[in-house]
């Protein structure tokens, strides 16, 4: 896998002398499902934004497919990394869904047909084509992530960043949302996930890195993360529910597992 974002050494302060990235390094592969965890204010979105060049390093480099942010402009870059807000009315603006949509691919200058043909096709991904001429402002909070995910992918970007994309969403929403983004995954889209869902991280993420003071405190697999308890504590994050209850049951690995399938292995198949 090639990689896509590479981060070396970078260090980041909003004002002086409180420094919220310290000596990040990392590499982001093509394909990767990757999910960013760690406490309130522990540097997860002042990371994912130098993904897309929103923030510069105060010193290191960031890297997108081989050339240093500081050397591209945002418009540039968010058509290669695309950002989705955590609250997605940050990013709707616009009367209808259709022409919230096209604002990106107008943006970029694309001829009248191919907008509109970006347009349908990020509509359907998100399952909103029967709604393109209704006013955004109105849907539902589910509605209005999907929205602001179907902005970003009529871009067509590389890699999608997703900010916390299930914060207010009630159980059927956020199964919604993340089923919309395995799929972006399936289809090729290089995964980034801010979150504080650790049942998520466990069903979707390939990848978890662990943030704590800005720094970079755990990189690795679910199962390899979950089972650092120390790391977990330092970082005020709790291993799931599902990976607490099948360790204390004696399963080695509980992540891939559902609950039915746990509870068969425990308690036999005559459940
Ligand atoms: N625009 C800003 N100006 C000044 N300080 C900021 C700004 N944005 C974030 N910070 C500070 O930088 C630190 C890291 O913030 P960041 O939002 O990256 O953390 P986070 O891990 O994403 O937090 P959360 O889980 O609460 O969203 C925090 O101390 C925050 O207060």
Redesign the pocket.
Known sequence: MSVVIELNDVWYS??KE?L??QGVSLQLKQGEFVA?I????????????HCNGLYKPTQGTVKVNGLDTKTMSVAQLSRIVAYCY?NPDHQIFHSTIKAEVAFGPKNMGWPPEKIEQAVAEALAAVGLSDKGDEEPHFSSKGTRQKIAVASILAMKPQVIVL??PTTGLDYRGMQEMMELVRHLHAEGHTIIV?T?DMRLVAEYAQRVIV?HK?KLLCDGDPVHVFSQTQVLAAAQVEAPAIYRFGKAAGIDDPIPLTLTAMKKQVLGEGI
């Open positions: 909003y004002e409180k919220v990235l960013i760690g406490g309130n204010g522990s540097g997860k979105t002042t990371l994912a934004k955590q900010d916390e801010i504080h943030m800005g």
